[in-house]
C-alpha cells in the first residue's frame, strides 16, 4: 500500500479538463458574450474598410434579384403578440448582461445598410421579436430572449415547457413577463427537452427547482439517449470547436453595420448561468403517444437530423404540430462550421416527410424552437415539402455530381438549390448555407480526399507557402498582384495569392492587413451569418491579433456531472501528449461501488485505453471511490489525494502510477492560431516550448 505522500495532489482538475465541455452542445449555439455595439456611423475598428464598389454592386444585385415582395414572414412574425417586454437588457446573477437586445436595435434604424446583404439583414429584423406571442390559445411563446425560444403549453395543473433555452436569468425573465400576462399564475408542470443541444434545455433552472424534479412533481421528458449525446456530441474535440466558434458566431465583432448583425436562428446566445436537469422519462419508440400534465401527445423520434437525438411533437387536441429545430426558417447545418459530425439531408428530409403525412395534413399551427409560427393548414403543408424538398434535393444532386467526378473542392461552386426554393425565404441560407453544406454532402460519403493524389498526404501550408511565395516572385509582387485584385473587385483570386504571403510569413502585417481588406469585403457581401462573421472575424484577427484576457467557460456542475465515467476517461486519453507517455505502460483498475461500474484502464504503446464492465486479473494500481465522491474531483471542488487522505478513495498498489499520468496531461489552448501571425511571439514561443513542437511549425522568425 503507498503512502499517502506517494499519492499527487489531484488528477487533472476537472474544472480545465472539462472547459472544452463549456459550450459543448450548443450545436451552431455558443455561450457569447456581449459586446458593446459600435456607433452606427463609422466602423469600429481603427482599419477597418467601407464596402468597395464591387461589393455593392453586389448587394444591389441581391436586393434586385430576391423576393422581398412576400412579406408573409413579416405579417407571421407579429401576429400574437400580447406583450412585449420592456427591459433591453437582462441581467444575470453573477453581475453581468446576461442579454442585451439594445445591440440589435440599429437594425431598425434604417432600411438598408451598405456593409449587410439585405436578406441577412432582412432577417436580422425578423429576429428582433422580443416578448410574449399566442400561438394559439392555450399555446405561448417568449422569442428574443436568447437564440431560441421558449415555449408553454397549458395543462391540467399547470404550464408545461417546451425548450427553456441556454441560460437561467432569461429564462426567469421570460417566466416573469409570461405570468404577468397570461399564467394565471399556475406553476411549471413539467419540461419537454426537444433534443441534445444547450439552447434548448440550459435554463432550466430558471423555471424548475430541483427538488421538485427529484421528487416526480415535474418530469423531464427527452428523446432516448439523451444524456448521451447531450454532453458527449461536442467533448473530444470541443477545444477545437470552442475556437472555430469565434469565427462562425463572430465572438470579438461589435454589433454594428461593418460587424456583428445576428445569428439568423436567432440574434446571439445569452451568456448566463447554464444548468442541467437530467430527463426522467425518455421517449424511446419511433412514434410514441401519452398524455403530459392531461394534454395527449405524440412524439416523433427523429435520430440524427438537426441533434443527434431529436423529436417533433403532435398535439392532436390542439392541432398543433412542433417540429422542434427540423423545420425552422432557414435552411439548416448539414456540416456545421464550428465542427460537428456531417448530419444526414436524407434521413432528415425523410422524417419532415413523415411528419407531414402523419400530422401535417391536418394540423392547423406549426410551431418551432427557433423563429415564427406557421398558421393555417396550407401554409404548413407548403413549408414542410419545401424543407423535405431542400434537404433531399442537397442530398440527391451534390451526389448526383459527385458521381459525375465533382469533387469536394469544386461542388460549391457547381451545385445550386432549385430556383423554386431560393424564391422561398425559409428555405434561405441564414444557418447553413448551400455552398458549406453541399461539401458537407460530399465529406459524408467520400470523405476529404478529391481523388487527386497531391492532396492525399499535403503540405502544411506553412511549409508549401513558402515555395508558392518564390515561384510568384517574392512578397513585393504578391503584394503588388494582389492589392490589384483588390481594387479590381477579385476578392477570391486576391485571397488564394495573400493567403500564401501570410502563411510564409506570418509577421508581415502589410500582408496580413491587405488580406484582411479582402476578407471584409467578402464578408459584406455574405448572407450567411456564419459565413460573414467567419471573414470578419479573420479581419479582426489579423488586425489585432488574438486577445488575450481570460476566456469566458460557461460549464455547470450539472454539465460535468452528466458525463459519465467512461466519457470522462477516453477524454483523457485526449488530454494525453503521447511524446510524454513513451515507455511507460501500466494497468489501473477504477471502481465506483456506489454505481456498480468498474474499469480497466491501460497505458501502453503511448495510448490511454479504457474498457467497461472489466478489471485486470493483476493490476499495477486499484483506484476505488465512489462516482458521487469522482464527481467532486471532476467538478474541481474536492482533489482526489483529499478524498485518498480522508478515506473516501483507496488505493492499492503502486500511487505513482497516478502522478507518472498526471505529467502527460496538457491544457488544451483555448486561443490557438487560426490565422497565422495573430497570436504574441511570447505566448507562440511559449506554447512551443510547453509542446515541444518543431519551431518552423509554431514560431515565424
Sequence with gaps: MATRRDIIKSLP??????????????????????????????????????????????????????????????????????????????????????????RFQFLNEKEDFDSIHPSLLRISKLNNNYGLYEVVPGIYQVRGFDLSDITFVRGRSGWIVFDPLVSTEPVRAAWKLFQEHVGEGLPVSAVIYSHTHGDHWGGVRGIVDEADVRSGKVPIIAPVDFMDFTVSENVYA????????????????????HGYVGQGLGQAVSSGATGLFAPTRHVEKDIEEFEVDGVRMVFQNTPNTEAPREMNTYIPDMKA????????????????????????????????????????????????????????????QEVLRAQRDLYAHMNNQVLHLANQGVTINEIHNVYQVPKSLQAKWYCRGYHGSPEHNSRGV????????????????????????????EMMGGREKIIGRGRQLHDEGKYMLAQEIVNKLVQAEPENQTAKDLLADIFEQLGYQQENPGLR???????????????????????????????????????????????????????MNLITPDN???????LENATLTNI????????????????????????????????IADGTATVEGDASILKQLAS?????????????????KEMRMARAEDYEADARHTIAE
Design 13 to 102: 482538475a476537472a474544472g480545465a479538463a472539462f472547459a472544452v465541455a463549456g459550450r459543448l452542445v450548443l450545436d451552431d449555439s455558443p455561450a457569447q458574450a456581449q459586446p458593446a455595439s459600435a456607433p452606427l456611423a463609422g466602423h469600429f475598428h481603427p482599419k477597418g474598410k467601407t464596402p468597395s464598389k464591387f461589393t455593392l454592386e453586389v448587394l444591389k444585385e441581391a436586393r434586385s434579384k430576391l423576393p422581398f415582395g412576400d412579406a408573409k414572414d413579416f405579417e407571421e412574425q407579429k401576429r400574437g403578440l400580447i406583450a412585449r417586454m420592456t427591459d433591453m437588457k437582462i441581467m444575470a446573477d453573477a453581475g453581468h448582461v446576461a442579454w442585451d437586445m439594445e
Design 442 to 469: 460530399v465529406q459524408r460519403y467520400l470523405g476529404f480526399w478529391d481523388g487527386n493524389p497531391t492532396t492525399l498526404v499535403p503540405l502544411s501550408p506553412s511549409d508549401s507557402a513558402p515555395l508558392y511565395v
Design 238 to 257: 470541443g477545444n477545437a470547436m470552442n475556437r472555430r466558434l469565434f469565427y462562425q458566431y463572430g465572438l470579438l465583432l461589435p454589433a454594428s453595420p
Design 321 to 380: 404540430l412542433w417540429m422542434a429545430e427540423n423545420v425552422i426558417a432557414s435552411l439548416h447545418n448539414i456540416y456545421t462550421m464550428r465542427g460537428a459530425q456531417v448530419r444526414d439531408p436524407l434521413r432528415w428530409s425523410k422524417y419532415i416527410g413523415e411528419a407531414l403525412y402523419r400530422f401535417g395534413v391536418e394540423a392547423d399551427v406549426m410551431f418551432a424552437s427557433h423563429h415564427w409560427p406557421r398558421w393555417g393548414n396550407d401554409r404548413i
Design 612 to 643: 467497461k464492465g472489466f478489471v485486470a486479473a493483476n493490476p499495477d494500481l486499484t483506484l476505488t471511490i465512489d462516482r458521487s465522491d469522482l464527481e467532486r474531483t471532476m467538478t474541481g471542488e474536492k482533489t482526489l489525494e483529499a478524498q
Design 664 to 680: 502527460t496531461f496538457v491544457d488544451f489552448d483555448p486561443r490557438f492560431e487560426i490565422m497565422p501571425g495573430t497570436k504574441s
Design 533 to 587: 462573421n467567419s471573414y470578419l472575424a479573420a479581419a479582426y484577427e489579423l488586425r489585432t491579433g488574438i486577445p488575450e484576457g481570460a476566456t469566458a467557460s460557461s460549464s455547470s456542475p450539472d454539465v460535468v456531472r452528466a458525463m459519465s465515467t467512461e466519457l470522462f476517461l477516453n477524454f483523457l486519453a485526449i488530454r494525453m501528449d503521447s511524446r510524454k507517455a513513451e515507455g511507460i505502460r501500466f494497468t
Design 596 to 602: 456498480g461500474e468498474q474499469f480497466a484502464v491501460e
